[in-house]
């Protein structure tokens, strides 16, 4: 992705500034909060200290990583997809079975309320503790709700813009498909088991609520820490402490083999696209002609410090968003996520955005981001049993509402600076923005003449380096167990494939631009598309 905005803008700048910034969010909200989730799992059901478990965890999740590369976190990732699904079906079943039903969940649900609600000669104000009256409804008040509505409609849009459309993280695997009828079919059927979570996670939740309502929906401090180890709530282990206390023991283990899946399964792919944001747009630039083992190596140990960076992150994560997980990702993702969106958007359909206007776009969105960010890690977010000291005209408006807005701000300042300021002829642009893509110009890309003499070919579609040193024949060697294990670290055992010849090279080449698509498969993918659309279009005029 940050090579997309190099070939489209020119410069280095805003390449390295996404690659950065990359690095950043994968720090402070995708790899702690992923550890955080799967060790608040692991110390209810293993009763393992927090830093144990997520050394552990981290261990079995990195050796993988780091000696398998992008075709290991593939296949893992489809096998623990499956895992997951059966897992998680099960535990459903049973959670649905215990509450009596879906009419039974649904009444029931709103008179879990807690039985300890004096805090020492205080009693707790009733909204701490009572389910709100719209529970049950997606779209909530626009002013009182605690995800309001036209927040879930353009905030969250602009929030899943960002993250589905332009994150390396998942755009990685587009760019590892064989053809565009695979990219269309793997997003198709991704979106098609984003429908599921509400069923298989959400309602859970809510149910483990009904059973186990004086540890789930704890409201005061001191019964919180005796439950979860936090003061500000227990909301976080309502599914773990459903799988602990409800299923039996042989489904239990497999329950747990299903959360670490899916922890092991964020973590692998967060590690392979951070490897390769850092080596390919960041290590590069300071070291120019490293070698082969050089820039394997330098992945291979930056998945390290990554790693312990994000570990001293997790007690934030712990505190911020009065305790609660999913406020937490969705407000990080509302703070930094809008200025990448709205340059990914525009430098595609607005053909007259240029470097200078994209750049001052992010670096101004970036400040004011960071500006709503920390006052609020500073000042607190506040819970229901105490208030916020943050400024009300910095946090006085919804994380959502804030993201719409710094999305708006975002986009006026790229085209109001584009503008006034040269554009890019379109000889640089075929292929790049909506209205020239199906142009047969030859594209003169801007970094042409950076790019002159480089001995170095970089494959995106791939976490790894592969590095062609076609001049260069390694001989073969006995090694021994620690050279064998040295290489397999640093990505150097693969044998170097036979050399092609000029017309093997140019006929790669188009078969890796190639954008066609077979009819039958095109109106397949197509057709699954708009009964995708109109499910949850349904599912959520059902649950309006």
Request: aromatic letters at 10%; proline letters at 4%.
């Amino acid at each position: 992705m940050p090579e997309y905005l190099k070939k489209r803008f020119g410069g280095q700048r805003i390449q390295i500034y996404l690659s950065v910034l990359s690095l950043l969010i994968y720090v402070a909200l995708r790899i702690s909060s992923d550890i955080f989730s799967g060790t608040i799992f692991i110390n209810l059901a293993l009763g393992l200290n927090l830093y144990l478990a997520i050394i552990l965890l981290l261990a079995i999740t990195a050796v993988y990583t780091i000696t398998g590369g992008l075709a290991a976190v593939i296949y893992t990732d489809t096998l623990q997809t499956v895992i997951m699904l059966i897992g998680s079906f099960i535990l459903t079943g049973f959670a649905f079975a215990e509450v009596g039903g879906y009419e039974a969940f649904t009444e029931k649900y709103m008179n879990a309320i807690p039985s300890i609600i004096q805090n020492g000669e205080t009693t707790v104000d009733a909204k701490c503790y009572t389910p709100q009256a719209d529970s049950f409804h997606i779209f909530r008040d626009p002013i009182t709700g605690d995800i309001p509505w036209p927040g879930v409609i353009f905030g969250m849009t602009i929030v899943a813009l960002w993250y589905w459309c332009t994150d390396q993280l998942i755009v990685q695997r587009c760019l590892s498909a064989k053809n565009m009828s695979h990219v269309k079919a793997g997003c198709i059927m991704c979106g098609y088991l984003k429908l599921l979570p509400m069923f298989l996670m959400v309602m859970p939740g809510m149910i483990s609520r009904i059973l186990y309502t004086d540890k789930v929906a704890c409201v005061v401090p001191s019964e919180c820490k005796r439950h979860c180890g936090t003061e500000v709530g227990c909301t976080n282990i309502a599914y773990p402490t459903l799988v602990i206390e409800l299923m039996p023991n042989g489904l239990r283990g497999l329950m747990l083999s299903v959360m670490m899946a899916s922890l092991m399964s964020s973590l692998t792919s967060i590690f392979n696209s951070a490897s390769t944001l850092f080596t390919i747009d960041i290590y590069t630039k300071v070291r120019k002609k490293a070698s082969e083992k050089e820039l394997l190596i330098a992945g291979r140990l930056f998945i390290i410090v990554l790693i312990v960076i994000s570990i001293a992150w997790v007690p934030m994560v712990q505190s911020a968003q009065s305790g609660q997980l999913f406020h937490y990702i969705e407000s990080m993702s509302s703070y930094l996520g809008p200025p990448i969106a709205a340059v990914f958007l525009l430098a595609i359909f607005c053909k007259r955005v240029n470097e200078q206007g994209a750049f001052w776009g992010l670096i101004i969105g970036l400040v004011l981001g960071l500006i709503r960010m920390i006052t609020e890690f500073v000042y607190g977010t506040g819970s229901c049993m105490g208030h916020s000291n943050c400024p009300y005209i910095i946090c006085g408006v919804h994380y959502l509402y804030f993201a719409m807005i710094l999305f708006a701000v975002v986009i006026i300042i790229i085209l109001g600076v584009s503008l006034v300021t040269k554009p890019i002829p379109d000889v640089h642009l075929y292929r790049l923005c909506w209205s020239l893509r199906n142009s047969k110009e030859e594209r003169i890309d801007l970094d042409a003449e950076e790019n002159t003499g480089e001995d170095i070919f970089f494959n995106h579609s791939e976490s790894e380096l592969l590095l062609f040193s076609l001049d260069v024949e390694v001989p073969e060697e006995n090694k021994g167990c620690i050279k064998r294990a040295y290489d397999l670290f640093c990505g150097l055992d693969k044998k170097e494939g036979p050399k092609r010849t000029e017309e093997e090279e140019k006929a790669m080449k188009i078969k890796l631009t190639d954008t066609s698509e077979k009819p039958l498969w095109r109106n397949i993918v197509n057709i699954n598309a708009i009964i995708l659309l109109a499910v949850a279009v349904f599912l959520h005029a059902y649950y309006a």
